[in-house]
């Protein structure tokens, strides 16, 4: 099974520029994850799409952030202007939608898929 | 969802079993406990979960006190490819819906 694909793996932009990130999910997971990481924390949720529609977006700064999964697959991240706190790695996860707890058929079923991240510099 | 506890850094010796607590003291009824770890430059993984049960599979093994207030995740024998941040992390059961909300994690270092 391939995982989630994202690209560019690097990227540095001066501030107030703009920058996209793009991102591919499992086959037929309906339900994909953006996540901030700042270095030296944890990751934080920026959207939640449910096929192409959002589920909570509440912690996108909407200022500058936006996302979009036109056709409820691959998804585009797009930050304009870019600021030097936006510096950060970008990652995006995927999981089927309907998952219950009642079968324990592989571990790999009840977990998140990350990709390997985008990391984005802005100086 | 519950907030968790869990100390900044661990060392632990190649081969040796790795430990790894995590306080959960707020956990609700219907909340699970997940593991997650992340290593450098990659994308967290999804390593086990359990509701109060203790679980075990290719990866690790999870044991939850019988008040669910905390948990061990332990690595039996531990390489130098298992140094990683470690998440523990409580949520509402189901993958689809539901989010991962991730705190500073527990840096493992497994020494030579």
């Known amino acids: 099974e391939a995982g989630v694909a994202q690209s560019p793996r690097y990227k540095i932009i001066e501030k107030r520029q703009s920058v996209a990130f793009w991102c591919n999910p499992i086959?037929?997971?309906?339900?994909l994850y953006w996540y901030q990481q700042i270095l030296g924390q944890g990751p934080k949720l920026l959207i939640q799409?449910?096929?192409?529609?959002?589920?909570?977006d509440s912690q996108l700064p909407k200022d500058r952030f936006s996302a979009e999964r036109l056709k409820g697959v691959d998804s585009t991240l797009k930050i304009q202007p870019a600021k030097l706190e936006d510096s950060a790695v970008y990652l995006c996860?995927?999981?089927?939608?309907?998952?219950?707890?009642?079968?324990?058929?592989?571990?790999?079923?009840?977990?998140?898929?990350f990709g390997s991240g985008t990391r984005l510099t802005v100086v | 969802d519950a907030k968790t506890t869990q100390p900044p850094s661990m060392d632990c010796a190649e081969g040796r079993a790795a430990n790894l607590p995590c306080n959960h003291s707020?956990?609700?009824?219907?909340?699970?406990v997940y593991w997650y770890r992340q290593i450098h430059s990659q994308g967290p993984q999804y390593i086990i979960h359990?509701?109060?049960n203790n679980e075990t599979n290719e990866m690790a093994s999870l044991i939850i006190t019988e008040d669910r207030k905390s948990s061990t995740l332990i690595l039996p024998h531990a390489t130098l490819r298992d140094t990683a941040v470690y998440y523990c992390?409580?949520?509402?059961?189901?993958?689809?819906?539901?989010?991962?909300?991730f705190g500073k994690g527990t840096k493992l270092s497994v020494i030579p």
């Open positions: 992390i409580v949520k509402l059961a189901g993958a689809g819906s539901y989010q991962l909300t």
């Open positions: 359990g509701l109060k």
């Open positions: 799409f449910q096929n192409n529609g959002v589920v909570d």
């Open positions: 707020t956990i609700s009824g219907n909340e699970y």
């Open positions: 996860a995927s999981t089927p939608v309907g998952i219950g707890t009642g079968s324990r058929q592989g571990s790999k079923a009840y977990g998140y898929t």
């Open positions: 086959s037929g997971h309906a339900t």
